[in-house]
């Protein structure tokens, strides 16, 4: 969550409460009023459509000596990138988010008996154009086969700057009406916003395979549905009162 501050100069002493909004007058050591103020938090939430797709793709091969469990997984990581970039995932959108080597055992009959050794080689592919997600997935599959790795999908709004803006308005909104409700109850007369902190977040459900689960060619055509994502906005704003 990002957080940005605005801060603008309260003349006098103004208690804020934390979480109810709160009328608080203070009067100064002469026992004159000094100032007053009104904190209150507003909120403003849209949706939109995620415009970016996250997935792990990997590979994981099991093989009798490390040699060939490395130069196999080389083999298969190489195609399986080379296979993602075709399908028009930029190469600055693919990373490695995972490489790992270890030999794996047999237990059977109280004895430890090595079986071969694991190589999983795994990257983080950005694919942008979400009408082509199912044909990239599909296209990974049937390049890697029986041994592709699928560990998880996200989806995000990466241009999401009019939300964000269309948020702020709406909470704007809440804690100005808020705040003149609040204002009018004491008596008071609603001033300017003297501090504001800003919050703002994205919210969705997110579907999500698990690190064994795994999609074979006879998957064809995989559905993606992006859904639509909350962007938030929140605003603890404190306003002068006189």
């Known amino acids: 969550m ?12 103004i208690l804020v409460a934390a979480c109810t909004p709160n009328v608080t007058v203070e009067n100064d050591a002469t026992g004159a009023t000094a ?25 994981s091969v099991l093989r009798p000596t490390v040699e060939q469990a490395v130069t196999d997984a080389a083999s298969l990581a190489d195609g399986l990138i ?21 030999p794996e055992y047999d237990y059977s009959n109280d004895q430890q008996k090595i079986v071969g050794y694991r190589v999983n080689n795994t990257v983080v592919a950005k694919i942008r154009d979400l009408d082509s997600a199912g044909t990239v997935i599909d296209a990974a599959v049937a390049q890697s086969g029986d041994e592709i790795q699928v560990s998880g999908v996200s989806f995000s709004i990466e241009d999401d700057e009019e939300l964000i803006t269309a948020a702020r ?41 698990g690190a064994d689960d795994r999609l074979t060619a006879a998957d064809v055509a995989t559905p993606i549905e992006p859904g639509e994502q909350q962007v938030a906005v929140t605003l603890d704003i404190r306003f002068e009162t006189t």
Do not use: C, H
Not at 2 to 13: M, N
Not at 85 to 101: H, K, L, M, P
């Open 2 to 13: 990002r957080k940005i501050v605005i801060a603008a100069l309260a003349v006098g002493a």
């Open 82 to 102: 080379s296979t993602l970039e075709a399908s028009g995932v930029a190469t600055e959108d693919i990373q490695t988010a995972n490489y790992s080597i270890y």
């Open 169 to 209: 308005d709406a909470a704007w909104a809440d804690a100005q009406a808020k705040a003149q409700q609040l204002a009018d109850l004491a008596g008071l007369t609603l001033g300017k916003a003297v501090a504001i902190t800003e919050s703002f977040s994205s919210n969705q459900p997110e579907p999500f395979y």
């Open 35 to 59: 100032s007053s103020g009104i904190a209150v938090s507003g909120t403003g939430e849209v949706l939109g459509t995620p415009d970016t797709l996250q997935m792990s793709f990997g590979v």
